[in-house]
């Protein structure tokens, strides 16, 4: 549902044949929707990227709402600066969405608005 992130392997050669499926439909003028997810090459490739650190992140955001980046920092007792990059990486990959608020000092309020990421792997 829309509570869900997927996260698929997919290889080059899949990825490549994906890619040029849309690109055919672009072409013809076909509406052709922005999936939400993202692919790797491999788990090891997804590891790196949702490293159990980054996986505590989102929980944490879920679980305890944090209202700034620092406050989040706090709760994981965590270096501000390694949070703050885990964050923006994780924002840029779709997996955070960063709200500004000005109530007083300008804050960056990191929000996960789904349940869980889906991992596919297809056979």
């Not at 499926?21 to 997804?46: D, P, T």
């Not at 709760?75 to 500004?100: C, H, M, P, S, Y």
């Amino acid at each position: 549902g829309a509570r869900d992130k997927r996260i698929s392997i997919k290889t080059k050669e899949d990825l490549f044949n994906e890619v040029k499926g849309v690109w055919e439909r672009l072409e013809k003028g076909e509406q052709v929707k922005k999936h939400e997810g993202m692919s790797f090459e491999n788990i090891e490739a997804m590891r790196k990227i949702l490293s159990e650190e980054r996986i505590r992140i989102l929980k944490t955001i879920k679980k305890e709402h944090p209202k700034s980046i620092y406050e989040l920092a706090k709760f994981l007792n965590r270096d501000i600066k390694n949070t703050f990059d885990d964050v923006q990486f994780l924002a840029r990959i779709g997996l955070i969405e960063l709200k500004k608020t000005k109530e007083g000092r300008e804050k960056t309020v990191p929000k996960v608005n789904y349940d869980r990421i889906l991992l596919e792997i297809p056979v």
